[in-house]
């Protein structure tokens, strides 16, 4: 970490000839030395990525030279980059690959500290306001990158079942996936059962070539994808080999009672009610289930009512069942995704807006 001595800090108050930014009247300027010039070049990034995007996000200037980052703009602006900055330094510490999103996920995550304690004041307990994190041995402390992510990865610890709704890119299904294998790698379960509806209405899977698994496994890929950025290839094939990992699609889970396992139901969204019901009747004791899914991404036939959206509806309210709701803002994948989503969204919006106005009289 950087040490208290190598860092100054000065405000210049009052009006300022040469305001950062139009309408800017006080302009502060934070100067952070970092102990270990390795570990600060990952923390600004490649060609300094990280630093210019924590630039965009903080609407502030950082400008780096060697290990030293100086960082310009408000002193609300300038005191959330140094918080941001050093929390960056410490997951690099300790051996955390950083990456844009991770900005942005220290960025949410200062923001909260900063909403609990006063400016003046630090937290008292290390930690206390860190957003939740799962750890697996490949990929190690894996934290949420925003407060919805956080809420999610807290009701995976504290309930038996979770279900998350929300846009493609929030990370549902990867955090998921690493929270199965965390369980899986603890002991705390002997299985990992991942399913999604193999055809997105209706499962018909004859007409495809292959085998049972060529058939079912395209579907599947983003599943496979996910277990292979928490755990080693050959303990993945070692697992899918035993039985201890299954992925099978939603259609094979009919009759069977699944004790001491994970069970993750993925684009839940493309299940029938009577699908849904049957999944959800398979937990059993010692069991944990996570079913995810996207509302808006529904390829049922017109008139089939979606299982997760009725599930929702029918469980609201039961005990030990938590719910989870990510918005466009929550997407952690490239920003451009972001805006995607949040496009679309208003799109939707104005369509459902046009067709409320044609309705009236």
């Given at each position: 970490?950087r040490q208290?001595?190598?860092?100054?800090?000065?405000?210049q108050?009052g009006?300022?000839?040469?305001?950062?930014?139009?309408?800017?009247?006080?302009?502060?300027e934070i100067?952070?030395?970092?102990?270990?010039?390795?570990?600060?070049?990952?923390v600004?990034?490649?060609?300094?990525?990280?630093l210019?995007h924590?630039e965009?996000?903080l609407?502030?200037?950082?400008?780096?030279?060697g290990n030293?980052?100086t960082?310009?703009?408000?002193?609300e602006?300038?005191e959330?980059?140094?918080?941001?900055?050093?929390g960056?330094?410490?997951?690099?510490?300790q051996?955390?690959?950083?990456?844009p999103?991770d900005?942005d996920?220290?960025?949410?995550?200062?923001?909260?500290q900063g909403?609990?304690?006063?400016?003046?004041?630090?937290p008292?307990?290390?930690?206390?306001?860190?957003?939740?994190?799962i750890?697996?041995r490949k990929r190690?402390?894996?934290?949420?990158r925003n407060?919805?992510?956080?809420?999610?990865?807290?009701?995976l610890?504290?309930h038996?079942l979770?279900?998350?709704?929300?846009?493609?890119?929030?990370?549902k299904t990867?955090l998921?996936?690493?929270?199965?294998?965390s369980?899986?790698?603890?002991?705390?379960a002997?299985?990992?059962?991942l399913?999604r509806?193999?055809?997105e209405?209706?499962?018909?899977?004859?007409?495809?070539p292959?085998?049972m698994r060529?058939?079912?496994?395209?579907y599947?890929?983003p599943?496979?994808?996910?277990?292979y950025d928490f755990?080693e290839?050959?303990h993945?094939?070692?697992?899918?080999?035993t039985?201890?990992?299954?992925?099978?699609?939603?259609?094979f889970?009919?009759?069977?009672?699944?004790?001491n396992a994970?069970?993750?139901l993925?684009?839940?969204?493309?299940?029938?009610?009577m699908?849904?019901k049957?999944?959800l009747?398979r937990?059993?004791e010692g069991?944990r289930?996570?079913?995810?899914g996207?509302?808006?991404?529904?390829?049922l036939?017109?008139?089939q009512?979606s299982?997760?959206?009725e599930?929702?509806?029918?469980?609201d309210g039961?005990?030990?069942?938590?719910?989870?709701t990510?918005?466009?803002q929550?997407?952690?994948?490239?920003?451009?995704?972001?805006?995607?989503?949040t496009?679309y969204d208003?799109d939707?919006r104005?369509e459902?807006?046009?067709?409320?106005?044609d309705?009236?009289?």
């Amino acid at each position: 970490m950087r040490q208290a001595d190598n860092v100054t800090a000065r405000a210049q108050k009052g009006r300022n000839p040469t305001p950062l930014h139009p309408g800017v009247e006080e302009e502060a300027e934070i100067i952070l030395t970092f102990e270990d010039n390795r570990l600060a070049s990952l923390v600004f990034g490649q060609y300094d990525q990280n630093l210019a995007h924590l630039e965009r996000r903080l609407n502030v200037v950082a400008i780096a030279n060697g290990n030293r980052v100086t960082v310009k703009g408000t002193p609300e602006g300038s005191e959330l980059a140094r918080r941001v900055l050093e929390g960056l330094y410490e997951r690099a510490r300790q051996g955390v690959t950083l990456a844009p999103g991770d900005v942005d996920g220290a960025v949410e995550e200062s923001t909260l500290q900063g909403s609990l304690f006063p400016a003046e004041e630090e937290p008292t307990l290390p930690g206390v306001t860190a957003f939740d994190q799962i750890a697996t041995r490949k990929r190690g402390a894996v934290r949420a990158r925003n407060a919805a992510q956080n809420a999610y990865i807290k009701a995976l610890k504290q309930h038996e079942l979770v279900f998350a709704e929300g846009p493609a890119g929030t990370g549902k299904t990867w955090l998921a996936v690493g929270y199965a294998v965390s369980l899986l790698e603890q002991g705390q379960a002997d299985r990992l059962i991942l399913s999604r509806p193999a055809v997105e209405a209706g499962e018909r899977l004859g007409f495809l070539p292959g085998d049972m698994r060529e058939k079912v496994d395209p579907y599947l890929r983003p599943i496979y994808d996910a277990l292979y950025d928490f755990m080693e290839a050959r303990h993945v094939d070692r697992g899918l080999q035993t039985g201890m990992i299954e992925i099978a699609p939603l259609a094979f889970m009919r009759g069977r009672t699944l004790t001491n396992a994970v069970v993750l139901l993925d684009e839940a969204q493309n299940t029938t009610t009577m699908q849904m019901k049957m999944f959800l009747t398979r937990l059993g004791e010692g069991s944990r289930m996570i079913i995810n899914g996207d509302p808006t991404q529904i390829d049922l036939p017109p008139g089939q009512k979606s299982g997760l959206i009725e599930a929702v509806r029918i469980l609201d309210g039961v005990e030990g069942i938590a719910r989870v709701t990510f918005k466009e803002q929550d997407v952690v994948r490239h920003d451009l995704v972001r805006r995607i989503v949040t496009a679309y969204d208003a799109d939707s919006r104005r369509e459902q807006f046009r067709k409320d106005q044609d309705r009236k009289p």
